[in-house]
């Protein structure tokens, strides 16, 4: 036996099989690979057939919006020059037939195809070459009743007032006329594949006539406010120029004795005016006249013309404005500077005797009123005198189960608000001999009580005694944080003389907040001026006057409110003129008859820079007046501190609509996917 002659024989049996074992790996490669490239072929080409319908989806999408948009500024531009509301629904000026012959125009319109992405490169074109157009032969855009040939809405809403427009429309705020159109647009991607959508809906004309809002509104707001002014009374409004926002409760009543001008809005209660004649025409209530598509308030009667200039325009019939009841207890407000009805009337009295201290130290008595005196807030803290009253003085809440007021400041020491004079006074406030530093010189028959407020050194002084640290300031009713260093000057009296330093004097510190407040009547002696006047207070080329002045605005503001009397003006200045820059205020609810009354001799100019706000008219007996509105009040937001305020809803009406249109889709159908 030879064992070397079995291996060679096993060696030569078994030569081959690795050739086929390499033929059998290379078949199975080859058809995995074969298989490979037949997937990623298939998958490209459903992706590029989704991705190419879904682009030409898109572009009819984006084509559907770009005739949507056009055809609303057809409708638009269709409504004539001039129209309004009063005149009918609006006949447009360019027939439906021309605005679809326009939307499928070749060149200039939509009925060739256009670019998703406008005009651009050949790289972006080729990158992106979605294309839209509308397709002019299964658009039906109406713009009219389907069926109908008029070149109007097919509705118009609310009903009764577009089949039957009155000259007023009385109560309607808005009018809507619908237009149906019906558009199909063609979207296209590369290899001609398209996609069709179809949409049906209606532009929507809204016309705007009136718009309505309600806020709570300083009264320091208006230029001017009269509550009571009754229609064709006899009498009427001085001509000139009123400048601020003017409301009255009552009506406007104007003379034939000059023009007037309003350069802000007006408005009123009373669904008319008084246009008062002389002669037998006597007076008539008028309440302007649509003329070619405006209001005109010109009215001539017997040679007699009456033509009012309300250059913001005017809205009669409006809501009347409530008048405060007390929108701040300003009284209240001299001890914790809130004002907020924290105090009830019950515990007043023994919250001042806690709290307030005359010249002396002496408290406000616990029972009975003094006859004069002058008080200011202040505590002890330790050695110091502390402008405010110590912690836990004010009571936590003001215990009403129905309408809760809790305090602010917890246990911890609260702002005041300012000076309480007992009595009737004389006034007199200057400027101090510092920026920063205002003087209040309170005069009681032979006593003189001189209170020096100095916000930069954050001290107040008392007839020179030492120094109480804080100034009076007025805080967040809800946080009892303090807003801004501001002062009430309570009078529990008459005021029997205000002035300021002298005439043409500034004596109101750019840093003071100031607000006078008497229990009875205010009479006001000399000028009360501002150190810097934050209006322009005559015309100076074509800037009016009252035209704010940023670089003088320093936050200065100052009030002068009663609702127990009139503010009489006594004017005591050798020239005859006298100054006010104040909004005042004489004001209840009780329907009295305060207003701003000349009390002394003839006035010659006399010059408000803020507002008055008044019961009623009063004759202020003077050859000329200029009332400047204090633009800085014209939000309601900015106002002297504790100045009264209410809650005002107002309506505007436009004498010219606000016309905007919006589509409306009622459907929208993908044709090529059905």
């Not at 009925?111 to 992106?128: E, P």
């Not at 001017?224 to 009552?250: A, E, H, K, R, W």
């Not at 001890?335 to 001042?352: E, P, R, W």
Request: proline fraction near 6%.
């Amino acid at each position: 036996m030879n064992p070397q002659n079995s291996t060679k024989k096993y060696i030569h049996e078994s030569r081959g099989v690795a050739l086929i074992t390499a033929l059998l790996m290379l078949s199975l490669f080859t058809v995995l690979t074969l298989s490979m490239v037949i997937a990623t072929t298939s998958d490209t080409l459903i992706d590029g057939y989704y991705r190419n319908s879904r682009a030409s989806f898109y572009a009819a999408d984006s084509g559907l919006n770009a005739a949507r948009q056009y055809l609303m500024t057809q409708v638009t531009s269709a409504i004539p020059a001039g129209w309004v509301p009063t005149s009918g629904s609006p006949t447009l000026a360019t027939s439906p037939t021309s605005m679809i012959n326009s939307l499928i125009n070749t060149s200039t319109g939509f009925g060739a195809n256009q670019s998703t992405i406008g005009t651009g490169t050949q790289a972006s074109a080729a990158s992106w070459p979605e294309q839209f157009k509308v397709d002019s032969t299964n658009t039906n855009t109406w713009l009219i009743a389907p069926g109908s040939t008029a070149v109007g809405p097919s509705s118009c809403t609310p009903t009764p007032a577009c089949s039957t427009p009155s000259s007023s429309l009385t109560g309607i705020s808005a009018l809507s006329y619908n237009y149906p159109y019906k558009i199909t647009v063609i979207g296209q991607s590369r290899n001609n594949e398209a996609n069709t959508v179809e949409e049906e809906g209606a532009i929507v004309l809204t016309v705007t006539l009136s718009s309505t809002s309600t806020g709570t509104t300083s009264f320091s707001a208006w230029g001017m406010f009269i509550n009571q002014s009754t229609i064709c009374d006899g009498s009427y409004l001085v001509p000139g120029t009123i400048t601020g926002p003017v409301f009255t409760n009552g009506a406007w009543n104007f003379g034939t004795s000059g023009s007037y001008i309003f350069t802000d809005q007006v408005g009123s209660a009373n669904a008319n005016m008084g246009y008062q004649y002389s002669g037998s025409s006597g007076c008539q209530p008028y309440a302007g006249q649509m003329v070619s598509g405006s209001m005109n308030y010109s009215k001539t009667v017997s040679g007699q013309t009456i033509n009012p200039n309300f250059q913001s325009g005017v809205n009669l019939n409006q809501p009347a404005i409530a008048l405060p009841t007390n929108s701040f207890n300003q009284k209240e407000a001299v001890i914790d500077s809130l004002g907020n009805g924290l105090i009830t009337s019950s515990t007043l009295q023994a919250k001042m005797n806690a709290i307030l201290k005359d010249p002396s130290g002496t408290a406000y008595p616990a029972s009975g009123t003094p006859s004069t005196g002058v008080y200011v807030p202040y505590f002890m803290n330790g050695s110091t005198p502390t402008f405010g009253s110590a912690p836990g003085v004010l009571p936590s809440s003001n215990g009403s189960s129905t309408s809760p007021v809790n305090n602010p400041y917890g246990t911890t020491a609260a702002c005041g608000g300012g000076i309480l004079i007992s009595g009737d006074a004389q006034v007199t406030v200057t400027a101090g001999n510092t920026a920063t530093k205002q003087v209040y010189t309170i005069k009681q028959g032979t006593t003189t009580t001189t209170i020096t407020i100095d916000t930069g050194a954050n001290t107040t002084t008392v007839n020179g005694n030492t120094p109480i640290a804080g100034v009076p300031q007025q805080c967040d009713p809800s946080t009892g944080a303090p807003i801004r260093g501001a002062t009430m000057l309570y009078v529990d009296g008459n005021i029997t003389g205000l002035q300021g330093g002298g005439e043409a004097v500034g004596s109101i510190q750019d840093s003071t907040a100031l607000d006078i407040v008497a229990n009875g009547a205010i009479t006001v002696t000399g000028d009360l001026r501002y150190v810097h006047e934050p209006v322009t207070l005559t015309q100076s080329g074509s800037t009016p006057p009252d035209t704010l002045i940023p670089a003088n605005d320093h936050g200065q503001t100052l009030g002068i409110y009663t609702a127990s009397g009139n503010i009489n003006l006594n004017n005591s200045q050798s020239s005859g003129n006298l100054q006010i820059d104040a909004s005042m205020a004489m004001l209840n609810s009780n329907n009295a008859t305060y207003g701003l009354y000349n009390s002394g001799s003839h006035i010659n100019t006399l010059t408000i820079v803020g507002g008055r706000i008044q019961n009623a008219l009063e004759n202020i007996n003077t050859s000329t007046r200029n009332v400047w509105f204090d633009r800085r009040y014209a939000s309601g937001s900015f106002a002297p501190p504790w100045f009264p305020s209410t809650n005002v809803t107002t309506t505007t009406t436009y004498s010219s609509p606000i016309i905007k249109a919006s589509p409306v889709r009622t459907s929208w159908l993908n044709t090529t996917a059905q």
